[in-house]
C-alpha cells in the first residue's frame, strides 16, 4: 500500500464508488506488464497528484501467458486505504489481449458509467458485440502494433489509453513515473516507452453505449468455485484427464508468430524440439525417396504463444517470424486435436 506524506496537497476524486474509492482493473496475461503498469499507475496517483491509493495483482501459475489481475484503488488524501480486496465493481477495465474476451469474463462488475478499454484492431462497436455489453463506454486502442513498431511492451500504451478515458489522471504524472521507472536500469528505453505512451493516448476510439429503457444492470455475482469441501472429488482426482487440449494461448503472442512454408521443409523436426507447447502437427507420408515417414502438416495456433524458438532453430528458413494480423492465425491453423465445435 502506498501512502501519501502529510506534506502533500490535498486532493479529491471527482468520481467514486459507495466506500469512497475509485477503481481500475487490469484484465491481462503474464509478461505482458500489467503489473508494473498498475504500480506506475498507483505511483503517478498517490506520488505525483496527491491521491491515496494502493496496487496489486494476482496472479495464476507462475508461466508466461497465465491470466493476471492487477486492480488499482484511489481515494481522496484524507482518507485511507483499509483494504486489500479484489476490485469487483471497477470504474475502469483494461484489457491487455482482445482474445481474452474469449476465455475469461473481462467486462464483469463493470459499473453503469465505466469504460472498458480493450487492446485490439477492431472498432468499439465490434468489440462491443464481442461482449455483448449493454451500457457504459468501450473504448479501444491498438496497443500491440504501437508496441511492435516502438520495440515497446502495450502496457505503457495501454497506460496512455487509460490517461484518455479517465481525465482526473494527469498523463504528465505518469509519463513522469515512465521516466522514473525506466531511467533508473533501462534509460534508452526512455524514449520509447514515452513515445508508446503518448500514440496511446492519441489513438483512443470510443463509443458510449445508451441503455435500453428500463435497463437495470445485474449486481456483480462472485462466481463460485467448482468444488468446494462438500463436492471436491476423494482423492484430489483429475476428473476429466487431457484437459489440456482446451486450452488456448493465443493470448499470450505479442504481435508475432512463426509462418511455416511447406516447400522449404525438410522435416527434421528441430522445431518440433524446441517448442514448448506441443504445436506442430505431424502426419504419416513419404520422404524424398518415397520411403514411410512423418512429414510436418502445420502448426497449431491455439497452443503456441509466439516465443519464436522454432524460428530460430529452423535450418532452412521454413519457418518466418511474421506480424499477426487478425484472423490470419485461425485461417492457417492446422488443428492438432479433434475437437467438438
Ligand atoms: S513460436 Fe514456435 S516454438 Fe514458440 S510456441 Fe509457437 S510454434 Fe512453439
Ligand atoms: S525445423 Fe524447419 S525444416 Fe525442420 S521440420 Fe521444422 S519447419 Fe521443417
Request: include cysteine; charged fraction near 25%.
Amino acid at each position: 500500500m502506498v501512502t501519501a506524506p502529510e506534506t502533500k496537497r490535498a486532493a479529491r476524486l471527482p468520481i467514486k464508488d459507495e466506500w469512497g474509492f475509485f477503481g481500475i482493473r487490469f484484465e491481462s496475461i503474464g509478461g505482458y506488464g500489467a503489473h508494473i503498469a498498475g504500480r506506475m499507475l498507483a505511483e503517478a496517483g498517490v506520488v505525483y497528484m496527491g491521491f491515496n491509493g494502493s496496487n496489486f495483482s494476482s496472479y495464476g501459475s507462475e508461466k508466461k501467458g497465465s491470466p493476471v489481475k492487477a486492480y488499482v484503488r484511489f481515494c481522496d488524501s484524507d482518507q485511507e486505504v483499509r483494504t486489500s480486496a479484489p476490485i469487483e465493481e471497477p470504474h475502469v477495465i483494461a484489457v491487455f489481449h482482445e482474445a481474452l474476451i474469449h476465455t475469461q469474463p473481462v467486462a464483469a462488475g463493470l459499473r453503469e458509467d465505466g469504460t472498458i478499454i480493450v487492446n485490439t484492431r477492431k472498432s468499439p462497436e465490434e468489440i462491443r458485440e464481442l461482449l455483448g455489453l449493454e451500457y457504459g463506454t468501450v473504448a479501444t486502442v491498438d496497443a500491440i502494433t504501437i508496441a511492435v513498431e516502438e520495440k515497446t511492451r502495450v502496457n505503457t500504451a495501454m497506460l496512455g489509453a487509460l490517461c484518455r478515458v479517465v481525465p482526473f489522471i494527469d498523463p504528465e504524472a505518469v509519463k513522469a513515473v515512465i521516466r522514473d521507472t525506466f531511467g533508473k536500469k533501462y534509460p534508452h528505453t526512455v524514449p520509447g516507452n514515452l513515445r508508446t505512451f503518448d500514440r496511446g493516448y492519441e489513438s483512443v476510439r470510443m463509443m458510449t453505449i445508451t441503455p435500453k429503457p428500463g435497463f437495470v444492470r445485474e449486481p456483480y455475482r462472485r462466481p463460485d468455485p467448482p468444488f468446494g469441501y462438500l463436492n471436491a472429488p476423494i482423492g484430489g482426482l483429475v476428473l476429466s484427464a487431457g484437459n489440456s487440449i482446451v486450452k488456448d494461448l493465443s493470448a499470450s503472442r505479442q504481435g508475432y508468430l512463426p509462418a511455416f512454408d511447406r516447400e522449404k521443409c525438410i522435416d527434421c523436426a528441430q522445431c518440433d524440439i524446441v517448442c514448448p507447447d506441443y504445436c506442430f502437427v505431424w502426419e504419416k507420408g513419404t520422404d524424398k525417396k518415397g520411403r514411410p515417414a512423418m512429414v510436418l502438416k502445420g502448426i497449431d495456433y491455439q497452443y503456441c504463444k509466439g516465443c519464436l524458438k522454432c524460428v530460430e532453430a529452423c535450418p532452412t528458413g521454413a519457418l518466418q517470424e511474421k506480424l499477426e494480423e487478425d484472423g490470419w492465425a485461425k485461417a492457417h491453423r492446422v488443428p492438432r486435436f479433434a475437437l467438438p465445435a
